[in-house]
């Protein structure tokens, strides 16, 4: 068994008293030496060591005893979700003018998506639905910021699952949704290295409902069109 610790940081929040769900899955993905799919137990706290205790197959992320995630080995690299063909950056953007969070937004600091959160801050992600693609195929360009690179300029771990986390939620969210979705499982197959200081398309869209439970996937695409990061989601509706 391995044991390490991994720590949110307040600047890499959801709601604004805990870590954003991709971001903490990424943490805890970068910490295991295996791909893994992440699902979150319960919100992640921010500023406070994690314990990780790790196996073969499985590993366990909890807080004082409390079980916070549970990490499980993929038996394959492949998500097997099929990725749509990419979203010109043109429509990207005029996607993000309809971004629902700019009217509400029941997170509106979240590191991922927040409207509130300042360039070079947040990732500053909106998803809207794009003209022209079925319902719920949301995008958005990205520029990563040069504070998320490591030595060789490419962006962390943890940041590309963020950027990839709210867009699959958006997929489903509308203006008049009555609870707010969270996210609990979240597994992310990085092709290529995601650099700072280029453009990057993000697109989410559905992969199916069962009441409150919404699955969806997300893809981040290069300046030529390339898949170079894919997710698949579980999202879970809050009870009214």
Request: with cysteine; net charge negative.
């Amino acid at each position: 068994m391995d044991t390490g610790t991994v720590t949110v940081s307040a600047r890499c929040c959801g709601p604004s008293d805990s870590a954003n769900g991709g971001y903490v899955s990424g943490l805890i993905a970068e910490r295991l030496d295996w791909p893994a799919e992440v699902e979150l137990r319960r919100p992640p706290p921010l500023e406070t060591p994690m314990r990780v205790d790790a196996g073969q197959e499985t590993a366990e992320v909890s807080v004082d005893g409390e079980l916070v995630a549970v990490a499980s080995r993929l038996g394959t690299t492949s998500l097997g979700v099929d990725v749509p063909p990419a979203v010109a950056a043109p429509d990207a953007e005029k996607a993000s003018h309809h971004y629902v969070g700019f009217e509400d937004h029941a997170f509106p600091r979240c590191f991922t998506c927040g409207p509130q959160r300042e360039e070079g801050d947040g990732l500053r992600i909106f998803p809207g639905q794009v003209r022209d693609r079925p319902e719920g195929t949301v995008a958005a360009v990205w520029h990563p910021d040069a504070s998320f690179a490591d030595d060789a300029g490419r962006v962390a771990t943890p940041v590309v699952w963020a950027a990839l986390d709210c867009p699959s939620g958006f997929s489903y969210l509308r203006s008049d949704l009555q609870a707010p979705l969270v996210l609990a499982r979240f597994a992310v197959e990085v092709e290529a290295p995601i650099h700072v200081e280029r453009a990057y398309v993000v697109v989410g869209w559905r992969r199916g409902q069962e009441g409150r439970k919404h699955h969806a996937a997300s893809a981040l695409f290069d300046e030529d069109g390339a898949p170079v990061a894919v997710a698949r989601a579980l999202w879970i509706q809050l009870r009214t």
